[in-house]
């Protein structure tokens, strides 16, 4: 059995933010493995964003990023349960985050459910055409354009994209990670992007 040290735990803080017993915890379950237990807290965080999903995220934050001097903005508003946690500094600076994440990457939606049907219709046909082009059979070439749907999500729903900062991990981890931290419900629920020069 390895020692737990201080410095390991303040380490694994540095790493992950979560709090000391959580660390200690974590790394005392995996035996003093650094990577396991990030592996551990990240589980966790999961388990405890499922177990607070249900409840209402009435308070929170808006916060905005501006980027390459003014020619990119965001604005995303972030929902957490109570009025403390909504002036949290890791709350806030989580909502922040995710400003930059979508002045970067510029998603189309939150989740898939926000993607506007006519983009969804007009992707698929774009699908069913390459489809064809490279001669699959006509009765397969639905279930071609829905796989490749499906890595549109990826690439263009915010939950699903992988975090700017960290491509090992999506926004949706990063939120579940945030959530476990805080102990509170959060949900990411609106955001707009403005680049200069597009309507």
Request: with cysteine.
């Amino acid at each position: 059995m390895t020692t737990i040290s201080a410095a390991m735990v303040k380490d694994l803080r540095d790493k992950t933010g979560a709090g000391i017993m959580d660390c200690k915890a974590a790394l005392t379950e995996s035996d003093g493995n650094i990577e396991a237990a990030i592996d551990f807290l990240r589980k966790k965080g999961i388990a405890t964003a499922k177990k607070r999903a249900g409840r209402a995220a009435s308070e929170g934050t808006i916060q905005s990023y501006i980027h390459m001097g003014g020619k990119i903005g965001v604005m995303v508003e972030v929902n957490c349960e109570t009025d403390f946690v909504a002036k949290n500094d890791d709350f806030r600076e989580f909502a922040k985050n995710i400003a930059m994440h979508i002045a970067a990457i510029n998603p189309v939606g939150i989740t898939p459910e926000d993607v506007p049907e006519d983009i969804i219709e007009k992707e698929k046909d774009i699908y069913r055409a390459q489809a064809l082009e490279t001669g699959k059979p006509e009765n397969i070439l639905d279930k071609i354009a829905e796989g490749k749907l499906q890595k549109f999500f990826k690439e263009n729903c915010l939950l699903q994209q992988p975090y700017v900062r960290d491509p090992d991990m999506t926004i949706e981890d990063l939120l579940n990670e945030t959530i476990g931290k805080i102990g509170e419900n959060i949900s990411i629920s609106r955001f707009c992007r403005f680049q200069v020069g597009e309507a």
